[in-house]
């Protein structure tokens, strides 16, 4: 393997391959190029050690949804810290912040709900709800319940519970993963799912009765819970078809099967809604939220319940003597305190109408510029979440093989443009922060354009 480092062995770049390992990245790879440092970030603007400057098209990881600078943010974790640094919710104990950031999120969330459970990463939420689910069904007799179902393709974490709901190989490829039980069902995504003359309707008609066949070949008395994203980010920016979440949410009300709603990326604003549940009618028992809940100024993510859920689990723990659910850093409050100013400021800058009024200028600057493009199939997205399906042809339509490494080409052209999106398998991803312009929308529909001109130009594009 090469693992010669660059010429300047203490350059940042030679220090990360010597000591780093990098997640969703081909290691063996990474030792050979080593990494893009980015070193600051104001705005939606971030910049690499060697002053060039990118408009981060992807937030991040999804997550820096008030962009990078936000001084009362940073002001929140000072004055924390310098009040009550840590303490922790275990025996008995309280803290402010926690309580004032909890009451909040119950007093905003979409549908009823009635206690919230902190933790540090999404992965910790989605598995926490896993958990709970379980503690639920075992505290209301029926232990049987016991298996999980969530969509191919959908991203729910990289724990071991969170990535046995994850749908994607390589959360599970040489990991041992998934877990039994957990199972996966159809995407709904009509352009990559339907069969040849499908309607839209008939493709959600038949995706629901497969999932009722599923539940009932399964068992109902075994099934513990569904998890779904509002709109499967990670999985290639893919928002159900109408009626999908509506039949949905019948057969598992009709199947007594609960429903967890993982919010991650979908919730403050994202989606157009302070909540992806609202702008999809989701009905969930149980809600994750991580990313956008601290605008990733500092890690923290919260599980809310329903008063269904949390009246059983608190009645068991009392037959049970404890709940043993504990983490050191479960309602942490400097991240609390940041979280609560995050809130404050999506509703003071009125993130969610912004986002909504937004988002056509965002899908219809992409629709506008490149919706007649040769290599351009589907353009999709709410709010200011988009995606841009890249395929081999048009008519009829024809996706590239996985080999081609079109949509990677893409990003790294963008890159070279000035313009960080991520290539999910041939789909554009794009997330900016929520406080991007117009005129900053229009940057980054350009230099995706331009990008996208560039690849199919290539020889043998
Ligand atoms: C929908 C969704 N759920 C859960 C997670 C996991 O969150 P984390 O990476 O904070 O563990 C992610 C991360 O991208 C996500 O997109």
């Known amino acids: ?31 050979e190029i080593g990494p893009k440092i980015i070193e ?53 104990k309280g803290h402010p912040a926690p309580i004032e950031l909890a009451e909040k999120l119950l007093e905003i969330a979409p549908v009823p709900m009635s206690h919230v459970w902190f933790a540090n990463s999404g992965s910790e939420s989605a598995d926490c709800a896993a958990r709970l689910c379980w503690y639920y069904w075992n505290a209301v007799g029926q232990p049987q319940k016991r298996k999980f179902l969530a969509h191919d393709r959908a991203y729910h974490g990289n724990t071991i ?36 003359d499908e309607t839209e309707e008939q493709f959600v ?44 949410q019948r057969l598992l009300n009709k199947h007594d099967i609960l429903l967890v709603a993982d919010e991650v990326v979908t919730a403050f604003g994202r989606t157009g809604e302070m909540f992806g549940t609202t702008r999809m009618g989701l009905e969930p028992d149980l809600i994750v939220l991580a990313k956008g809940l601290t605008s990733a100024y500092i890690p923290m993510s919260a599980l809310m319940m329903n008063a269904r859920i949390f009246d059983a689990i608190s009645a068991y723990s009392g037959r049970l003597g404890i709940f043993g659910l504990t983490m050191t ?33 965002l899908l219809g600057g992409l629709r506008d510029r490149l919706g007649g493009h040769p290599n351009v199939g589907d353009i999709r997205g709410t709010g200011l979440l988009a995606g841009v399906q890249l395929v081999a042809r048009r008519d009829p339509l024809t996706l590239f093989d996985a080999s081609a490494r079109f949509g990677p080409r893409v990003a ?21 922060p929520l406080v991007i312009d117009e005129a900053e929308i229009a940057q980054l529909v350009d230099r995706l354009a331009r990008a996208i001109e560039a690849a199919a130009a290539e020889p043998g594009a």
Not at 5 to 13: D, F
């Open 1 to 31: 393997m090469d693992t010669d480092l660059p010429s300047l062995p203490n350059s940042l770049e030679a220090r990360d391959r010597r000591s780093l390992v990098h997640g969703l990245t081909d290691l063996a790879r990474h030792l």
């Open 40 to 92: 600051s970030g104001r705005g939606v603007w971030v910049s690499d050690g060697e002053g060039r400057t990118y408009l981060e098209g992807m937030s991040g990881l999804w997550c820096i949804s008030l962009g990078y600078g936000q001084e009362r943010l940073i002001a929140a974790c000072e004055a924390q810290m310098r009040k009550l640094a840590y303490y922790h919710l275990t025996n008995h």
């Open 161 to 196: 519970a969170a990535a046995s709901l994850t749908g994607t190989s390589y959360a599970h490829e040489g990991f041992n993963l998934p877990l039994d039980g957990f199972l996966h069902v159809a995407t709904p995504h009509y352009l990559t799912g339907a069969q040849p």
């Open 205 to 248: 008609a038949r995706l629901l009765a497969e999932l009722e066949a599923r539940i009932l070949a399964e068992g109902p008395e075994t099934i513990a819970a569904f998890f779904t994203e509002p709109v499967m980010a990670a999985g290639g920016v893919i928002v159900p078809p109408e009626g999908y979440f509506d039949g949905l």
């Open 329 to 361: 850093y479960s309602g942490h409050p400097v991240a609390a305190a940041v979280a609560r100013e995050a809130i404050a400021l999506y509703e003071e800058l009125a993130i969610p109408e912004r986002t909504k009024a937004l988002e056509p200028v």
């Open 412 to 432: 790294a052209l963008a890159e070279d443009n000035g313009l960080i999106v991520r290539a999910i398998g041939d789909t554009i991803a794009i997330c900016p």
